[in-house]
């Protein structure tokens, strides 16, 4: 019965395409309606998820004051240092093989004069340190972040306590994670390499705190510290420099009133 009524619909279909009635048009508002409504709920619970997260973990991302957390400091520290460091190296590897390509490439063409030569090597000086210095930059920075935020995220997660454990885990899922794309062989090698590469880390650090006799905790918060001396500067001569604009503009405002007072007199 219900396979005679769907054939009568196509039938019915496909002699009249232009008729339709009011109950289909209803039920499909009323699933367009119902798709809509289900969307809208899936979202608003999603991002209720989110906030309810950021309001909870808030705290270890950001202090009082609004700025980033000491965890959170040392991973930016430490990103960006590897990232200038790899700069240099990627950018000096590239750089020791240009001007013997540029004499090679180049012993059969007529320069103008000497200055053009050395433009021209110039240019390709800037280009190959650019580019091999970006490259390697990122992959350094990439490394650099995963390994501080595993590093930080332990030692947070540990009841702020850092040993060799840390920087071994570390680097265990970070060479993983930079050698997972060379399969399953590739990933074991990455993470051997990288716990090995963690645990010398650690005892490194380890002896030098130690030594020293200081905290991780206490490096971190100096670190920060002089990060948020910085941004303290800077919000207190932005705010110097906003009251002198305005006072500046008030003035002005004040002798054009008063001029154009004089002239309608």
């Not at 619909?9 to 209803?26: K, L, N, Y």
């Not at 808030?58 to 009082?64: M, T």
């Not at 002896?207 to 100096?222: H, M, N, P, Q, R």
């Not at 932005?238 to 002239?263: A, D, L, V």
Request: aromatic fraction near 14%.
């Amino acid at each position: 019965m219900l396979r005679l009524l769907r054939d009568r619909r196509w039938i019915c279909t496909t002699f009249f395409p232009f008729t339709s009635s009011a109950d289909d048009d209803s039920n499909d508002k009323f699933k367009i309606a119902n798709v809509w409504n289900s969307f809208t709920s899936f979202t608003n619970h999603n991002m209720s998820k989110v906030e309810n997260f950021w309001n909870k973990y808030e705290k270890y991302f950001y202090d009082e004051r609004g700025y980033p957390t000491k965890e959170v400091q040392s991973v930016n520290s430490a990103t960006f240092v590897g990232f200038l460091t790899g700069f240099a190296l990627g950018g000096l590897y590239k750089l020791k093989d240009v001007p013997l390509k540029h004499r090679d490439e180049n012993q059969a063409t007529l320069y103008d004069n000497k200055f053009v030569m050395q433009r021209d090597l110039q240019k390709k000086v800037e280009v190959a340190t650019f580019k091999g210095g970006i490259s390697f930059g990122i992959r350094v920075g990439l490394f650099c972040f995963f390994f501080s935020s595993i590093s930080a995220f332990l030692y947070v997660y540990r009841n702020y306590t850092f040993d060799i454990l840390n920087p071994m885990i570390s680097g265990a899922v970070t060479g993983f994670l930079f050698k997972m794309n060379m399969g399953i062989k590739g990933s074991i090698s990455g993470t051997v390499i990288g716990t090995i590469l963690g645990t010398i880390y650690g005892c490194i650090t380890q002896f030098l705190l130690f030594v020293t006799g200081v905290e991780i905790g206490d490096t971190y918060k100096a670190a920060a510290d002089i990060m948020n001396m910085r941004r303290d500067a800077i919000k207190e001569n932005t705010k110097k420099m906003t009251s002198e604009e305005k006072s500046q503009i008030q003035i002005m405002h004040e002798k054009n009133y008063k001029m154009r007072e004089m002239i309608e007199k």
